[in-house]
């Protein structure tokens, strides 16, 4: 239930999925908010309810905000106070309260009154937040404190706090994949304490993320050797240069080569924008219910919020998540940020997830429908789907790596199958729903040819294969089974019109085959 300011109208309010923050409620008793653009609807119970749908409509107002004071000293009293309750909580690991402290703290310190007689307390306030910032993964602003606190100053105690500053600011551009900003962080720090074993350590790992990057030389075997449940996320640069975004005709954008690439090469790598594990507590789906087109689905909402949350943790990379919405057409200069904070549209970041999410795969242990693993690659997600497509892709924790399955010329644009059943009105369906379109790739085009009559005797046959290897093992197969397979294999290459299926797949046929190449006697 909130109440507005003077007490005297109450009302439930609802923000659906959203109702943390670093693991906190958003709505603790008696905290003040501004709501912005609320409206009135049902609950489930039918209760009449205040709604917001976007979390960033939600601006929590500091109680004891900034005064205004004519005093330096009792200035520097009030935020000296606040100072201390944000160390008193970091202590406790109470973050956002931590938070919350130091903003208050720095919002006394930084009037003109204090910020001259007393500059170093906003630089130690800054210094502290920049670090509970980067505990909150808030890292946009761990960088801004981090260079709010430095002194400039060449005596041996401040150059060690700068070096603290520049620490955190690096770790902040590390954790956000910015290589070349975090190296010069940590160049700072290294000049001001050369000494120090985390900026030289902290270089050697930028050296080998840039390396990465450049070559596409992975050590694969240690990446995997190294992931559990705890380090799900590996440490890696992500490899695109061999590819380009531009425009796919008929298909929005796609992914093309740069370069001519040879079966088995690794075509792109990319760590995930986010992901979202079975095992994590927040990770779940949801049967959602689209009013735009009438549609029930099912959706990563475990995944939605963990974008949403990192939006508005980190306001720098929503545009860059933003691009994906391919269909959106501009009003004017989009805005991902104001003075209150970072602004974020959860619808459209779930027509985005619904869109371009993968799954990673159950790599830490069991999961369901309930609890898929799911997460999103913004380079990956520019692929085009096409039942012909010449890669493969595979995991490694929450890093893609699309592989070429045939030669691919520079210039060629990248496909791979978002949905590969054999039955054609499956997949045809699947690909409606989920992503709006009806594939025409050649082999789509000669399926539709054939006509439902052939396409439902070869999947006849397909069962009648499947069945088959089911109960016969390859291993020592009499005489009488290598000619049942044969016949069902002839059946089934009877369905395809040679003209119409010249050099295309007929992949109906692969499990029947691979069969018969293992049973056949040497
Ligand atoms: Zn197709």
């Known amino acids: ?301 475990g995944l939605a919020k963990a974008l949403v949350q990192k939006c508005l943790n980190q306001p720098s990379q929503t545009e860059k998540l933003m691009d994906l919405f391919g269909d959106y057409q501009g009003e004017g200069p989009q805005i991902f940020s104001n003075e209150d904070g970072a602004i974020v549209d959860v619808f459209r970041v779930h027509d985005i997830m619904s869109r371009n999410g993968f799954g990673p795969g159950s790599q830490f242990g069991e999961e369901s429908a309930r609890n898929a693993s799911t997460g999103l690659w913004r380079h990956a997600a520019y692929i085009n789907h096409s039942c012909l497509s010449n890669t493969t892709k595979e995991f490694a924790g929450d890093m893609i790596i699309i592989r070429a399955t045939q030669p691919i010329k520079a210039g060629e644009e990248i496909f791979h199958p978002y949905d590969a059943s054999l039955d054609y009105e499956t997949r045809q369906g699947f690909l409606d729903r989920t992503w709006g379109f009806r594939c025409q790739c050649k082999l789509c085009d000669a399926e539709k040819e054939d006509g439902k009559e052939v396409r439902d005797k070869r999947m006849e046959l397909v069962g009648e294969a499947d069945a088959f290897i089911d109960k016969t093992p390859w291993a020592g197969a009499k005489r009488l089974q290598l000619r049942k397979a044969q016949g069902i294999l002839r059946e089934m290459d009877k369905t395809y019109d040679e003209g119409r299926w010249e050099g295309l797949p007929r992949r109906h046929t692969e499990g029947i085959r691979a069969w018969l190449v293992r049973a056949s006697p040497r």
């Not at 010069?184 to 990057?213: C, V």
């Open 1 to 301: 239930m909130v109440q507005n300011e003077d007490g005297t109208d109450a009302e439930r309010l609802e923000i659906l999925l959203h109702k943390s923050r670093y693991s906190e409620d958003v709505l603790e008793s008696t905290k003040l908010f501004i709501i912005k653009e609320p409206y009135f609807t049902l609950t489930e119970q039918g209760e009449p309810t205040l709604r917001i749908d976007h979390p960033s409509d939600l601006v929590i107002c500091h109680e004891e905000g900034p005064k205004s004071f004519e005093d330096a000293a009792a200035a520097e009293k009030a935020a000296t106070r606040f100072k201390t309750q944000g160390n008193n909580a970091l202590k406790k690991q109470d973050l956002p309260l931590a938070h919350e402290k130091y903003t208050a703290g720095l919002a006394i310190a930084k009037q003109d009154i204090l910020a001259e007689s007393n500059p170093d307390l906003a630089r130690d306030i800054s210094r502290n937040r920049a670090y509970v910032n980067l505990l909150l993964g808030r890292l946009d602003e761990v960088k801004t404190d981090a260079r709010a606190s430095l002194t400039g100053r060449e005596d041996q105690k401040s150059k060690e706090l700068d070096s603290k500053a520049y620490y955190r600011a690096g770790s902040a551009a590390y954790a956000q994949s910015h290589w070349e900003e975090a190296k010069g962080f940590f160049l700072e720090q290294q000049k001001l304490t050369p000494d120090d074993k985390d900026a030289k350590l902290s270089l050697k790992r930028i050296e080998a993320r840039l390396r990465e990057e450049e070559t596409g030389g992975y050590d694969l075997m240690k990446i995997r050797t190294n992931l559990s449940k705890a380090r799900s996320r590996v440490d890696a640069g992500n490899f695109t240069k061999n590819t380009l975004i531009k425009d796919s005709p008929g298909k929005g954008r796609g992914l093309y080569a740069t370069r001519d690439l040879a079966t088995g090469d690794i075509v792109m790598c990319e760590k995930a924008f986010c992901v979202v594990w079975g095992h994590e507590e927040d990770t779940l789906t949801a049967m959602t219910y689209d009013t735009r087109d009438d549609r029930i689905r099912v959706a990563p909402v």
